[in-house]
Nanobody, 121 residues
Framework: QVQLVESGGGLVQAGGSLRLSCAPS??????MGWFRQAPGKEREFVAA????????DYGDSVKGRFTISRDNAKNTVYLQMNSLKPEDTAVYYC????????????????WGQGTQVTVSS
């Protein structure tokens, strides 16, 4: 069975950085990405990336601060989060699918369990 194993979440001060990792087990995925959801808020698109990283997209709220990347030899996708703000506090979910459009839209078939990111001010 496919699992998306996430790591790297935690507590960080505003202005700091964290790097999230997501390592699928069982198969590879053409497209992967990250979403987040804060309490009382709708799920929000964060970033997506294609197999060779030829396509990337970022949500407006994180563009310029977050960078998505992947290491296919390790079958791992990363989310480097810099200049973190308290409003970045959320549960971050890894997402994966065989098409870029479904990951971008959040209609993909595979999701991680979520990892908590808390940014203090």
């Amino acid at each position: 069975q496919v699992q998306l194993v996430e790591s790297g979440g935690g507590l960080v001060q505003a202005g700091g950085s964290l790097r999230l990792s997501c390592a699928p087990s069982g198969r590879t995925f053409y497209a992967m990405g990250w979403f987040r959801q804060a309490p009382g808020k709708e799920r929000e698109f964060v970033a997506a990336i294609s197999w060779s990283a030829g396509m990337t997209d970022y949500g407006d709220s994180v563009k310029g601060r977050f960078t998505i990347s992947r290491d296919n030899a390790k079958n791992t996708v990363y989310l480097q989060m810099n200049s973190l703000k308290p409003e970045d506090t959320a549960v971050y979910y890894c997402a994966a699918d065989s098409t870029y459009s479904t990951v971008f839209a959040g209609t993909c078939d595979y999701w991680g369990q979520g990892t908590q990111v808390t940014v203090s001010s």
